[in-house]
Each structure stands twice: as C-alpha cells, then as structure tokens.
C-alpha cells in the first residue's frame, strides 16, 4: 500500500482584464487582502498576478488574461452570508459596486446565496447552508 496522502484547498484562478477595477471591486469592496502580487517583467505595462485572502478563501486574479477568456464561477462559503451582505449593501451605493441581494437560487432551501459578478464577469457566490 503507498504513502498516505491528503489533498489540500483549491485556489481558483480568476480573469483579470482591468487592474484597477478589479482592486476596486475584490480589496475595496469586498474587503480581500493583497497576500502577494508579481508582474512577470519589471515594468508597470506588465501583466499582473496577485493572490488574495478574505477570511480563509484564497484567490488569484490573472493579468494576462483576455477579454476572450472564459469567467468562471467560484463557491465562498460564509458564516452569516446576510449580515455579509448588509456590509456591502451600505458600501454599494457610494463605492459605484453592485448591490448585493441574498437569494435561494435553486428554491430548494439548502444554501442561502449572494451573487455578484466582478468586473470581468466572473460569478462569485457567497453561500450559507440553511439548518
């Protein structure tokens, strides 16, 4: 019998085709954290790639991503997605970001979501399961 093994968290990696909108949406408006950024030449005219953190979720926005590239869609789970929601939704206004909304999607009662899409059209939930 081999080695045993265990398999870490994922990290998704997420398009990233404005550099300022997508700060302005992850760090200012959802509250991530920078945990490290590299530009694969030294010059502000480079792509940039940066890991985020909020909470125990990690995520990499991709520079050199295109316009032609696929969003994609991420799960976050939260501890109290509603009173996450009323966060944002007292930043929304000012900070010209989406208005978040709590929803069922599936109208099943299992999950209790929020939805927002990122500049580049990729779709974050925030779930909560439902007790």
Not at 29 to 57: A, K, M
Not at 75 to 94: D, M, N, W, Y
């Amino acid at each position: 019998m081999g080695a045993p093994f265990q398999i870490g968290s994922s990290i998704p990696v997420l398009r990233m085709t404005d550099e300022s909108a997508a700060k302005a949406f992850y760090i200012d408006y959802l509250g991530f954290e920078i945990e490290w950024e590299h530009r694969f030449h030294d010059t502000p005219e480079s792509p940039l790639y940066l890991q985020l953190r909020l909470g125990e979720s990690v995520v990499h926005l991709n520079g050199h991503a295109t316009p032609d590239d696929p969003p994609a869609e991420v799960r976050i789970p939260v501890q109290g997605v509603e009173a996450f929601c009323e966060h944002l939704a007292s930043k929304a206004g000012t900070a010209g970001q989406p208005m978040p909304e709590v929803v069922d999607p599936r109208g099943v009662g299992r999950n209790t979501d929020m939805n927002l899409e990122d500049p580049d059209s990729n779709l974050l939930t925030f779930w909560e399961p439902i007790d």
